[in-house]
């Protein structure tokens, strides 16, 4: 059954919660991405049709203190907003994310010389093509030694948000 837009925060709060993950105190990384792969899967409405992606970003970022970070986002392109009939109408881009933070460590030292990274946005469609492109997302992470070493690591902090992206 499909959930409006808004409460996709609530709902991911929800699936964390069934697995004995509170949002604001995730300790198992590869835990709280099977949750996130199970929020991945319900259907969003409210949205439009091509406008449900998802991402996996990390770095350092102000907002964080500058703690190495990583997180996993899904974007939604929001169809009920506005006057859709203006000529310059464009939806409205809401991210629902779960941002882990870790203590610095030597394992990953030299991610601040990244940047902000992330592997892009995914539109692939609810069901197995979605998850197929987690499980690539998956092996993508694991490709890099300073990623894999935070997947296995315990975070020290953890939020869950609903936002206006960008």
Do not use: C
Not at 38 to 45: G, K, N, P, W
Not at 107 to 121: C, E, P, S, Y
Not at 130 to 144: D, H, N, P
């Amino acid at each position: 059954m499909p959930i409006p837009w808004s409460a996709g925060s609530d709902a991911f709060s929800q699936i964390l919660r069934r697995r004995a993950i509170e949002p604001d105190a995730v300790r198992d990384v590869a835990a709280a991405w099977d949750a996130f792969g199970e929020f991945l899967q319900i259907e969003v409405e409210g949205i439009e049709n091509d406008g449900d992606g998802f991402i996996v970003e990390w770095g350092k970022w102000d907002w964080n203190a500058d703690q190495p970070s990583l997180s996993f986002g899904r974007l939604l392109a929001v169809n009920d907003a506005g006057d859709r009939d203006a000529p310059d109408w464009q939806p409205e881009y809401w991210k629902v994310e779960l941002q882990l933070v870790f203590a610095e460590d030597p394992a990953w030292a030299d991610l601040d010389t990244l940047g902000h990274q992330d592997t892009g946005f995914d539109y692939d469609e609810i069901g197995a093509p979605r998850i197929a492109a987690l499980g690539e997302t998956r092996r993508f992470i694991e490709s890099y030694p300073q990623l894999a070493a935070m997947w296995r690591a315990e975070p020290t902090g953890s939020r869950l948000t609903l936002e206006r992206a960008g």
